[in-house]
């Protein structure tokens, strides 16, 4: 019988890409488990985690949005659970105990479940929000960059960086790209893989840029 101890935890924890360390025929995709292995990645992934406990992932977002579900089925759940009696009672997947035995008590059980496992992933979520790649601002007053999204042809205008060097960044912070600016507007063609670069000029981040 396969088992993994993280799907068994009660408290709000654990991380379901680590099924790979299971025995387990149901493994999570290489490129996940890569993409956690990435510290670009993993500190853009925690300031997007911030910015949505912010908005919608806040707790009181959250238990508004589940009453009003539940008060829009609340016909619905009592044919539910005539035809289906297991209210109080454990189904499939390891529960926290003792069990609700309203459909009351399951709204609250669900709201408290959640509040659980976001208060978890706000301890344990890692990464940290101050990475200079991931912070880079939009376009600035005095600099354009267009199309963008492009197919690697763009032009940047830019009066302050003329006379400095022009860098281009992949998501890793490597240099993929670097030339001497000598006017204010440049016509640019990069041969590059599809992805997402951020423009520097002499050590000044510029912009995000995307090649599609």
Known sequence: M???????NQDGSGWAHLINDCPTDNYSPDWYVRLQQDSTYVNQQRCQWDEYREEFLNQEYINNYVDS????????????FQKWPILGLATA??????????????????????????????????????DPIVGVEEIAMDVRLYPN?????????????????LVLLDVFG??????KNHHPRTE???DLPKGVYVLKAGGEYLQKMVIE
């Open 69 to 80: 579900i539940a008060l829009l089925v609340s016909a619905a759940q009592e044919r539910h």
């Open 149 to 165: 999204p492009n197919n690697g042809q763009f032009t940047l205008e830019c009066i302050k960086c003329r006379g400095r060097e």
């Open 188 to 190: 640019i063609q990069l």
């Open 93 to 130: 997947a390891p529960e926290v105990e003792p069990l609700p035995d309203s459909y009351a008590g399951e709204v609250a059980f669900f709201k408290e479940w959640i509040n659980l496992r976001i208060n978890w992933l706000d301890e344990n979520l890692p990464g940290s929000c101050v």
């Open 2 to 8: 396969y088992t993994c101890e993280i799907f068994e």
């Open 174 to 179: 490597q240099e993929v790209w670097a030339k």
